[in-house]
Protein backbone atom coordinates (compact mmCIF):
# COMPACT_ATOMS: atom_id res chain seq x y z
CA UNK A 1 0.00 0.00 0.00
CA UNK A 2 1.40 3.40 -1.00
CA UNK A 3 2.29 6.35 1.96
CA UNK A 4 -0.82 8.54 0.36
CA UNK A 5 -3.26 5.49 0.62
CA UNK A 6 -1.55 4.79 4.40
CA UNK A 7 -2.54 8.34 4.98
CA UNK A 8 -6.39 8.22 3.96
CA UNK A 9 -6.99 6.18 6.78
CA UNK A 10 -5.53 8.77 9.36
CA UNK A 11 -8.26 11.46 8.17
CA UNK A 12 -11.73 12.18 8.17
CA UNK A 13 -13.80 11.90 5.06
CA UNK A 14 -13.56 15.61 4.11
CA UNK A 15 -9.83 15.57 4.23
CA UNK A 16 -10.01 12.38 2.15
CA UNK A 17 -11.51 14.02 -0.52
CA UNK A 18 -8.95 17.30 -0.30
CA UNK A 19 -5.94 14.49 -0.62
CA UNK A 20 -7.28 12.74 -3.56
CA UNK A 21 -7.30 15.76 -5.07
CA UNK A 22 -4.46 16.87 -4.92
CA UNK A 23 -0.47 16.09 -6.05
CA UNK A 24 1.91 15.14 -3.28
CA UNK A 25 5.18 16.15 -4.00
CA UNK A 26 6.99 16.16 -0.77
CA UNK A 27 6.25 15.58 2.77
CA UNK A 28 6.94 18.28 5.60
CA UNK A 29 7.00 17.16 9.39
CA UNK A 30 7.57 21.03 11.02
CA UNK A 31 5.01 22.27 12.95
CA UNK A 32 3.85 25.06 10.85
CA UNK A 33 0.15 24.05 10.73
CA UNK A 34 -3.42 24.98 12.42
CA UNK A 35 -4.54 21.57 11.85
CA UNK A 36 -3.12 17.65 11.91
CA UNK A 37 -2.67 18.05 7.63
CA UNK A 38 -2.38 21.07 5.46
CA UNK A 39 -1.75 21.10 1.78
CA UNK A 40 1.11 24.08 1.17
CA UNK A 41 1.91 25.62 -1.92
CA UNK A 42 3.14 23.68 -4.57
CA UNK A 43 1.81 20.17 -3.17
CA UNK A 44 3.67 19.86 0.35
CA UNK A 45 1.83 17.75 2.76
CA UNK A 46 2.35 19.52 5.71
CA UNK A 47 1.60 17.14 9.08
CA UNK A 48 2.05 18.31 12.58
CA UNK A 49 1.96 15.46 14.77
CA UNK A 50 1.24 17.82 17.93
CA UNK A 51 -1.97 18.16 16.67
CA UNK A 52 -2.48 14.16 15.85
CA UNK A 53 -5.00 12.10 18.44
CA UNK A 54 -3.13 9.25 20.22
CA UNK A 55 -4.78 7.04 17.99
CA UNK A 56 -3.83 8.77 15.03
CA UNK A 57 -0.04 8.63 16.27
CA UNK A 58 -1.07 4.69 17.10
CA UNK A 59 -1.89 4.34 13.19
CA UNK A 60 0.91 7.08 12.02
CA UNK A 61 3.47 4.55 13.48
CA UNK A 62 1.99 1.01 13.39
CA UNK A 63 0.93 1.84 9.08
CA UNK A 64 3.54 4.49 8.02
CA UNK A 65 6.83 4.91 8.80
CA UNK A 66 6.91 2.92 12.21
CA UNK A 67 7.79 6.51 13.94
CA UNK A 68 8.98 7.05 17.40
CA UNK A 69 7.98 9.77 19.47
CA UNK A 70 10.22 11.48 22.07
CA UNK A 71 9.29 12.34 25.48
CA UNK A 72 7.47 15.67 24.94
CA UNK A 73 5.31 13.34 22.10
CA UNK A 74 7.38 15.01 19.16
CA UNK A 75 7.25 13.11 16.21
CA UNK A 76 11.11 11.93 15.03
CA UNK A 77 11.46 11.14 11.98
CA UNK A 78 13.43 8.14 10.70
CA UNK A 79 16.79 9.82 10.71
CA UNK A 80 15.90 11.19 14.19
CA UNK A 81 14.90 7.96 15.56
CA UNK A 82 17.68 6.25 14.75
CA UNK A 83 20.01 9.06 16.73
CA UNK A 84 17.25 8.81 19.47
CA UNK A 85 18.34 5.21 19.61
CA UNK A 86 21.87 5.33 19.02
CA UNK A 87 21.93 7.83 22.20
CA UNK A 88 19.45 5.18 24.39
CA UNK A 89 22.50 2.62 23.89
CA UNK A 90 25.04 4.20 25.01
CA UNK A 91 23.78 6.54 28.04
CA UNK A 92 26.63 6.73 30.99
CA UNK A 93 27.34 3.32 32.40
CA UNK A 94 27.89 3.03 36.17
CA UNK A 95 31.53 3.70 35.94
CA UNK A 96 30.59 7.05 33.70
CA UNK A 97 28.35 8.44 36.69
CA UNK A 98 30.88 8.06 39.08
CA UNK A 99 33.04 10.78 36.77
CA UNK A 100 29.72 12.71 36.13
CA UNK A 101 29.58 12.70 39.80
CA UNK A 102 32.75 13.78 40.32
CA UNK A 103 32.99 16.58 37.72
CA UNK A 104 29.17 17.87 38.90
CA UNK A 105 30.29 20.65 41.58
CA UNK A 106 33.51 21.42 39.56
CA UNK A 107 32.95 22.52 36.10
CA UNK A 108 30.38 25.16 34.83
CA UNK A 109 27.05 23.41 34.20
CA UNK A 110 27.61 23.64 30.62
CA UNK A 111 30.73 22.16 30.92
CA UNK A 112 29.32 19.68 32.85
CA UNK A 113 26.28 18.72 30.47
CA UNK A 114 28.47 18.54 27.51
CA UNK A 115 30.08 16.25 29.16
CA UNK A 116 27.59 14.00 29.89
CA UNK A 117 26.72 14.29 26.05
CA UNK A 118 30.59 13.76 25.10
CA UNK A 119 30.54 11.19 27.42
CA UNK A 120 27.86 9.19 25.35
CA UNK A 121 29.55 10.03 22.12
CA UNK A 122 32.70 7.79 23.40
CA UNK A 123 30.23 4.71 24.11
CA UNK A 124 29.28 4.84 20.79
CA UNK A 125 32.54 5.48 19.25
CA UNK A 126 33.86 2.74 21.26
CA UNK A 127 31.69 0.40 19.87
CA UNK A 128 32.50 1.40 16.53
CA UNK A 129 29.60 3.18 15.25
CA UNK A 130 28.81 6.50 13.34
CA UNK A 131 29.16 9.56 15.52
CA UNK A 132 28.67 12.55 12.98
CA UNK A 133 25.39 13.59 13.64
CA UNK A 134 26.47 12.81 17.59
CA UNK A 135 29.21 15.20 17.14
CA UNK A 136 27.66 17.60 14.64
CA UNK A 137 24.97 18.03 17.92
CA UNK A 138 27.44 19.17 20.19
CA UNK A 139 29.30 21.23 18.65
CA UNK A 140 26.00 22.99 17.33
CA UNK A 141 24.89 23.24 21.06
CA UNK A 142 28.41 24.22 22.65
CA UNK A 143 30.28 25.82 19.86
CA UNK A 144 33.19 26.98 21.75
CA UNK A 145 34.33 23.49 23.29
CA UNK A 146 32.19 20.82 22.35
CA UNK A 147 34.22 19.19 19.56
CA UNK A 148 37.42 20.01 21.85
CA UNK A 149 35.99 18.45 25.07
CA UNK A 150 34.30 15.66 22.92
CA UNK A 151 37.80 14.64 21.87
CA UNK A 152 39.63 14.74 25.08
CA UNK A 153 36.36 12.65 26.58
CA UNK A 154 37.48 10.09 23.77
CA UNK A 155 41.12 10.37 24.48
CA UNK A 156 40.14 9.80 28.36
CA UNK A 157 41.45 12.96 29.87
CA UNK A 158 38.23 13.36 31.91
CA UNK A 159 38.53 9.69 33.47
CA UNK A 160 39.43 9.27 37.04
CA UNK A 161 42.84 8.22 37.11
CA UNK A 162 43.49 10.77 34.29
CA UNK A 163 44.50 14.67 33.64
CA UNK A 164 41.77 16.63 34.64
CA UNK A 165 41.27 15.11 38.21
CA UNK A 166 45.23 15.12 38.51
CA UNK A 167 45.26 18.75 37.89
CA UNK A 168 42.06 19.25 40.56
CA UNK A 169 44.27 17.19 43.54
CA UNK A 170 47.51 19.40 42.47
CA UNK A 171 45.38 22.90 42.81
CA UNK A 172 43.65 21.46 46.12
CA UNK A 173 47.21 21.19 47.87
CA UNK A 174 47.67 24.74 46.94
CA UNK A 175 47.53 27.04 49.85
CA UNK A 176 43.96 29.32 48.96
CA UNK A 177 42.68 26.80 46.40
CA UNK A 178 39.67 28.55 45.01
CA UNK A 179 37.20 26.10 42.67
CA UNK A 180 36.16 29.22 40.62
CA UNK A 181 40.82 29.06 39.37
CA UNK A 182 40.15 25.28 38.55
CA UNK A 183 36.85 25.67 36.67
CA UNK A 184 38.88 28.08 34.56
CA UNK A 185 42.25 26.40 34.29
CA UNK A 186 39.66 23.92 32.65
CA UNK A 187 37.97 25.81 30.03
CA UNK A 188 40.91 27.39 29.03
CA UNK A 189 43.06 24.00 28.59
CA UNK A 190 39.51 22.53 26.62
CA UNK A 191 39.29 25.52 24.36
CA UNK A 192 42.83 25.69 23.71
CA UNK A 193 42.96 21.68 22.41
CA UNK A 194 44.49 22.58 19.08
CA UNK A 195 47.33 24.72 20.48
CA UNK A 196 48.05 22.42 23.16
CA UNK A 197 50.32 19.85 23.99
CA UNK A 198 50.59 17.83 27.23
CA UNK A 199 53.52 17.04 28.53
CA UNK A 200 53.06 13.21 29.98
CA UNK A 201 55.66 10.75 31.05
CA UNK A 202 53.78 8.51 28.46
CA UNK A 203 55.64 9.86 25.83
CA UNK A 204 60.11 10.05 25.42
CA UNK A 205 61.43 13.37 25.82
CA UNK A 206 62.11 13.24 21.99
CA UNK A 207 58.52 12.95 21.02
CA UNK A 208 57.42 15.72 23.14
CA UNK A 209 60.31 17.97 22.10
CA UNK A 210 59.25 17.05 18.19
CA UNK A 211 55.75 17.74 18.84
CA UNK A 212 56.58 20.51 20.36
CA UNK A 213 58.96 21.91 17.05
CA UNK A 214 55.84 20.24 14.70
CA UNK A 215 53.19 22.16 16.67
CA UNK A 216 55.32 25.26 16.44
CA UNK A 217 55.89 25.44 12.87
CA UNK A 218 52.41 24.42 11.69
CA UNK A 219 50.96 27.01 13.82
CA UNK A 220 53.46 29.97 12.72
CA UNK A 221 52.46 28.82 9.12
CA UNK A 222 48.59 29.38 9.77
CA UNK A 223 49.03 32.21 11.58
CA UNK A 224 47.94 31.37 15.05
CA UNK A 225 50.43 33.04 17.22
CA UNK A 226 50.17 30.82 20.22
CA UNK A 227 51.05 27.95 21.25
CA UNK A 228 50.51 26.04 25.16
CA UNK A 229 52.61 23.22 27.00
CA UNK A 230 50.96 22.00 30.23
CA UNK A 231 52.12 19.61 32.33
CA UNK A 232 51.06 18.06 35.90
CA UNK A 233 53.71 16.09 38.51
CA UNK A 234 57.15 17.05 39.11
CA UNK A 235 58.93 14.92 36.62
CA UNK A 236 56.59 16.92 34.01
CA UNK A 237 57.02 20.24 34.79
CA UNK A 238 61.33 19.71 34.54
CA UNK A 239 60.50 18.31 30.96
CA UNK A 240 58.67 21.12 29.74
CA UNK A 241 60.85 23.86 31.50
CA UNK A 242 63.68 22.12 29.44
CA UNK A 243 61.46 21.82 26.41
CA UNK A 244 61.17 25.57 27.16
CA UNK A 245 64.45 26.16 26.93
CA UNK A 246 65.31 25.30 23.64
CA UNK A 247 63.39 28.40 22.59
CA UNK A 248 65.41 30.55 24.87
CA UNK A 249 67.38 32.27 22.13
CA UNK A 250 64.54 32.18 19.75
CA UNK A 251 63.61 35.95 19.30
CA UNK A 252 60.39 35.29 17.51
CA UNK A 253 58.92 33.93 20.43
CA UNK A 254 57.56 35.31 23.51
CA UNK A 255 57.58 32.58 26.39
CA UNK A 256 55.39 33.00 29.67
CA UNK A 257 55.45 30.37 32.30
CA UNK A 258 52.90 29.86 35.08
CA UNK A 259 53.94 27.38 37.53
CA UNK A 260 53.02 27.03 41.14
CA UNK A 261 55.09 27.48 44.31
CA UNK A 262 55.02 23.52 44.87
CA UNK A 263 56.19 23.02 40.92
CA UNK A 264 53.95 20.47 40.21
CA UNK A 265 51.71 22.90 37.73
CA UNK A 266 53.09 24.39 34.76
CA UNK A 267 51.81 26.19 31.49
CA UNK A 268 53.66 27.45 29.46
CA UNK A 269 52.58 29.88 26.80
CA UNK A 270 54.86 30.75 23.21
CA UNK A 271 53.21 33.33 21.64
CA UNK A 272 54.97 34.40 18.25
Excluded: C
Excluded at 141 to 149: A, D, H, M, S, T
Aim: charged share 35%; hydrophobic share 35%; net charge neutral.
Amino acid sequence: MKILDKLMNLVDAKFKEVLSKNKIILFDFSRNTKNLFEIKEGGKLSIDMNKATEEQKKLFKEQIIDAEFDDAGNFLTSRANNKTRQIKNNLPTESDEEILNFYKDKLSYDMWKALEIAITIRNSFNKGEDITDLKRDIIHKYPVFGNNLSNLTTQGYFDLDRHFKQLYESMLEDEGFDIVNYRKKVEKIVESLPYIVFITRYKTYDELSGEVKFKLTALKKYGTGILLLHGLGTENVSTALAITDEYKDDESIRIEKEMNLKRTIITVTFRF
